[in-house]
């Protein structure tokens, strides 16, 4: 074509000319590409924060016990159903997770006529926990019998064990102990009574012992 082409255009009525743009006219007005363009840089910083802030969570809950412990709290106090911290690869539970099993032992002699003797086996941590003791000797012949000595809160049965006087086996003899489920809001202190040859039957003698508490935590 030759020459300025003839603009069909129709001024506004009462004006010979559009408005005056807000923008500076030496600016480029916003378009819909480059408002696009902002919007997908901002998407991708908030993708990267996210990435972050998961890093950071997950090593927290990897190594942190007091952010595990945090955790744990709240989705208890939540009610949700979201599982609790533990493992799924067969290894050991860290400190404060489902699963954290931990054992007790003692050692210790009795004599070859009855006797009664408070043993205190270790202090658990707070937490819900599945317990059970047992006691290990070489071979009384008078009866063998134990129970929980302390004030353990909620907990659900007194661990009680007991052998009868006439075992006739030789060797070392396990007496196992009721399992039993407690909840520790704090610490407590496991202690038993144990009764040794209880029966002063003859043949006892003196020997030895290992008493012994497994705690596994439940939630």
Known sequence: MSGNPTSNVVPMPGSTSWPTAPWPSTAVPPGCFSELARLNQ???EVQMMEMILSKVVCDLAQNNTAFQQCLVNAIAASG???PLIGVTNGSQAQPGQVGEWIQFQVNGNYTAGPQTQIVSVGTLPAGDWGVQAWCSLNAPTGGVSFILESAVPQISNDMAGFLPSDLG??????CLGIPARTTLASPALFAFTLNTNITGAGG???GT???FMAATRRR
Not at 169 to 174: K, L, M, N, T, Y
């Open 80 to 82: 949700s159903n979201v």
């Open 209 to 211: 012992f290992g008493f």
């Open 169 to 174: 086996v030789s060797g070392f003899v396990e």
């Open 204 to 206: 006892a003698a003196a």
């Open 42 to 44: 901002c998407y991708n």
